[in-house]
């Protein structure tokens, strides 16, 4: 709680803005991020192109190149330290580790807004805006 993080000195670095979850086809597993990213889009009233710095997580290459150009993101703004391919996927921790990346690189770069997006198994989708607070 606010309160509980005052009395022990911590200030928050980011606040939740929103999320999308989706479920498609398992037989297609990986294009989750897709309609879970419109979804949270639509949700806060915003365009992928106000988001700053993008984390999505790589279950592997084609996945992540199908996103990434189904979506327009910027590449020069997603993954910029690597993702699962390139550092590893521990399953159950992901997506924490993604949201300290955002953080951390949103932090470093003085960025506002930043999305964390990921598969997951069966078919889901997951996508989170996070706001950096200062």
């Known amino acids: 709680s606010a309160e509980r993080a005052a009395a022990e000195g911590i200030t928050p670095r980011m606040k939740w803005v929103?999320?999308?979850?989706?479920?498609?086809?398992?037989?297609?597993?990986?294009?989750g991020p897709v309609p879970s990213t419109r979804k949270v889009?639509?949700?806060?009233?915003?365009?992928?192109?106000d988001i700053?710095?993008?984390?999505?997580?790589?279950?592997?290459a084609a996945q992540a190149v199908y996103v990434i150009r189904e979506?327009?993101?910027?590449?020069?703004?997603t993954n910029v330290n690597g993702s699962g391919i390139?550092?590893?996927h521990?399953?159950?921790?992901?997506g924490a580790i993604m949201t300290v990346k955002l953080m951390e690189e949103m932090t470093r770069r003085d960025q506002q807004f930043g999305l964390a997006t990921m598969c997951v198994g069966g078919g889901q989708g997951v996508s989170?805006?996070?706001?950096?607070?200062?």
């Open 18 to 31: 929103g999320r999308g979850i989706s479920g498609v086809d398992p037989s297609v597993m990986g294009i």
């Open 41 to 49: 889009l639509e949700k806060t009233g915003m365009a992928i192109e």
């Open 52 to 60: 700053d710095q993008i984390e999505l997580n790589e279950a592997f």
């Open 71 to 77: 979506l327009g993101l910027d590449e020069d703004k």
């Open 86 to 88: 390139s550092l590893g």
């Open 90 to 94: 521990p399953i159950g921790a992901t």
């Open 128 to 134: 989170t805006i996070f706001e950096r607070v200062s």
